[in-house]
Nanobody, 127 residues
């Protein structure tokens, strides 16, 4: 059974940092792009950051560019999101996801381009 488990969320003051992890099991996803999405209360789930299968290429939503860094360790089948300079508007449930198709040259930003999802981890940024 494929499983993605996020960890590292919590409560942090504005300006602080958190590092999220996503541990995958059941399959190896080294040939697939992976991404982070988030959903704030009352809002739709939106793309945050993505990384291609090799880890060489990354793409970020404008709202987090320069503050967040996505990375992966294919040997560990694990995805990371380093979040710095956190703002109250970053408060959301953060989900990791694995792309549907392998070895694609571009990183998808739509939910329908991802096949597997974790349960999410809560990030709360206080003022």
């Amino acid at each position: 059974q494929v499983q993605l488990v996020e960890s590292g969320g919590g409560l942090v003051q504005a300006g602080g940092s958190l590092r999220l992890s996503c541990a995958a099991s059941g399959r190896t996803f080294s040939a697939y792009a992976m991404g982070w999405f988030r959903q704030a209360p009352g809002k739709e789930r939106v793309f945050v950051a993505g990384i291609n299968w090799s880890g060489v290429s990354t793409y970020y939503a404008d709202s987090v560019k320069g503050r967040f860094t996505i990375s992966r360790d294919n040997a560990k089948n694990t995805l990371y999101l380093q979040m710095n300079s956190l703002k109250t508007e970053d408060t959301a449930i953060y989900f990791c996801a694995v792309a549907r198709a392998p070895l694609r040259p571009r990183i998808g930003v739509g939910e329908d381009e991802y096949a597997y999802w974790g349960q999410g981890t809560q990030v709360t940024v206080s003022s």
